[in-house]
Nanobody, 117 residues
Framework: VQLVESGGGLVQPGGSLRLSCAAS????????MGWYRQAPGKQRELVAK???????NDADFVKGRFTISRDNDKNTVYLQMNSLKPEDTAVYYC????????????WGQGTQVTVSS
């Protein structure tokens, strides 16, 4: 199983980034896909997740700014991030959670997002 994130980088406050996570080695349609983030000195937290039925659960701090989506044909999940703030600076991780086996939970290596002027 491999989850490969891309799209991170340095952006100014108010800017946008689109993260992608390409999954391989999993039956993508049987997984809830999520984005989490971890800032220095803080615990990893949920940003947003999307089920195989496109039901979305996202954190209050991203409502109206970030949008999660998935393309089952490409085995890819996306996170469109708009109106970025310095406090969004973190390593963003992709997560895959099987809907049929709790033990099948996988993480990507993370991609750094830095929001700074």
């Amino acid at each position: 199983v491999q989850l490969v994130e891309s799209g991170g980088g340095l952006v100014q406050p108010g800017g946008s980034l689109r993260l992608s996570c390409a999954a391989s080695g999993v039956m993508f349609r049987l997984y809830t896909m999520g984005w989490y983030r971890q800032a220095p000195g803080k615990q990893r937290e949920l940003v947003a997740k999307i089920t195989n039925a496109d039901s979305i659960n996202d954190a209050d701090f991203v409502k109206g700014r970030f949008t999660i989506s998935r393309d089952n044909d490409k085995n890819t999940v996306y996170l469109q991030m708009n109106s970025l703030k310095p406090e969004d600076t973190a390593v963003y991780y992709c997560n895959a959670q099987s809907i049929v086996a709790v033990s099948r939970n996988y993480w990507g290596q993370g991609t750094q997002v830095t929001v700074s002027s």
